[in-house]
């Protein structure tokens, strides 16, 4: 009833009946009207007990309870913070198809950033990372996250685009009770900062839906994107984001993945109570989240690439040479050597970032050096002296 619902303590654990009670009155009181109903739900929860607490170490399944301190089932009268009725626990749990899924195209060293992200769903405590999956388009990098999210159903699980979630203040009130928050196709820019620092790090939160009341509620989310492009982090956000609110997870998957409507649905109807019981079979020591500078560094040379091929190939000079350099040539130089297109507003950008001074209207570079580089000889494998 704290949070605007109605929940029964029915086998071990609390479960949201708001939106199947109008079906079961409407069944024993057919004559009921919707101001009979109203009228109903207004008494129930002004006469009903307050909130039970809960065991947040404890989740339901079908076949008992399962301690996540103890790792095993144990007898317990206490109300669980989680439960799973239609699913049974699988101690030594292993859904193949959804783990090819959920890993394939991640590099080995990674593996662990997305097992830290994966028990953080059962975990009944708010995680203050949010879990990118980076790759091509069409790769099926989401794919793993729809799984899950079929898997907890809406009880659990709630997905939406950052645009929504920002823009719509009734879009941010479906988090309520949810573990699973999923970001679709994350933006390049974030509009607004502060929402997203909030959900991902404020304990107490604060929603409110169409036509409700404010409800406060404690944050118990791991949130999980999907992002063909990462998001470009403000110079002022990026300390914070890069130090508490972000893990990067890199699908190196070039293949178009194969579109097949049932195939998500087939996995998570197979393989359902294996993937629940996965989760909450992993173990700390098999997870883990990356430290700040290198995640920065391989976030930045995603998200911006050029920063690297500046620092590679060319170098700041401490007097204005007036040479004729134009940006032009650098993005030339930088679309051959890369193979990436690059606009040329984005370059010019990140080039006064670094430290470049350009010429208005001109764009011509006065502060810029080529760089004599080593490379390698493909034939003999020796190194030689080029320059752009």
């Known amino acids: 009833l704290d949070l605007g619902l109605l929940y029964e303590a029915e086998n071990g654990f609390l479960e949201d009946i708001t939106k199947d009670l109008g079906r079961h009155l409407q069944v024993l009181y057919p004559v009921l009207t919707e101001a009979n109903y ?67 195209g991640i590099p ?44 907890l159903g809406n009880e659990y699980h709630f997905s939406t685009t950052v645009a929504d979630f920002i823009a719509d203040r009734a879009t941010r009130s479906n988090i309520l009770g949810k573990r699973l928050l999923v970001f679709q196709d994350m933006p390049k820019t974030f509009k607004n900062f502060s929402i997203i620092k909030s959900v991902a790090g404020e304990h107490l939160q604060t929603v409110r839906g169409f036509n409700k009341a404010n409800v406060s509620f404690i944050n118990k989310l791991k949130i999980w994107g999907s992002a063909n492009y990462l998001t ?90 007036m040479i004729e350099y134009p940006v032009t040539r650098v993005l030339r130089k930088f679309r051959d050597v890369t193979g990436q297109k690059l606009p040329l507003d984005t370059l010019i950008s990140t080039m006064k970032n670094e430290g470049y001074s350009i010429k208005y209207g001109s764009n011509i570079i006065i502060n810029i050096k080529e760089k004599v580089i080593q490379e390698e000889d493909p034939e003999k494998g020796t190194g030689k002296q080029t320059e752009l």
């Not at 607490?53 to 317990?76: A, C, H, P, Q, W």
């Not at 593996?111 to 790759?135: E, N, P, R």
């Not at 069409?138 to 079929?150: D, E, P």
């Open 38 to 104: 109203h009228d109903i739900l207004f008494k129930v929860k002004n006469l009903a007990e307050p909130m039970p607490e809960t065991n947040t170490d404890l989740v339901v399944f079908k076949n008992g309870t399962y301690s996540t301190k103890e790792r095993k089932m144990i007898e317990t009268d206490d109300i669980a913070d989680m439960g799973f009725r239609n699913y049974n626990y699988i101690p030594n749990a292993n859904p193949k198809r959804f783990l090819e899924v959920m890993f394939n």
């Open 232 to 321: 470009e982090i403000p110079e002022e956000e990026k300390d914070p984001m890069f130090t508490q609110r972000l893990s990067l997870i890199e699908n190196t998957n070039t293949k178009v993945f194969k579109q097949d409507k049932h195939f998500a649905d087939s996995i998570a109807k197979d393989e359902g109570e294996q993937i629940i019981s996965y989760l909450v079979n992993l173990k700390d020591d098999e997870c883990e989240y990356e430290d700040r500078d290198p995640l920065r560094k391989r976030w930045e040379s995603i998200q911006s690439p050029e920063i690297a091929f500046l620092n590679k190939y060319f170098e700041l000079v401490d007097d204005e040479t």
């Open 108 to 151: 080995l060293d990674q593996h662990k950033f997305v097992k830290a992200g994966l028990q953080a769903i059962i975990d009944s405590s708010m995680d203050t990372k949010i879990s990118v999956i980076h790759g091509d388009s069409g790769v099926g990098k989401s794919t793993g996250l729809t799984i899950i999210g079929m898997v």
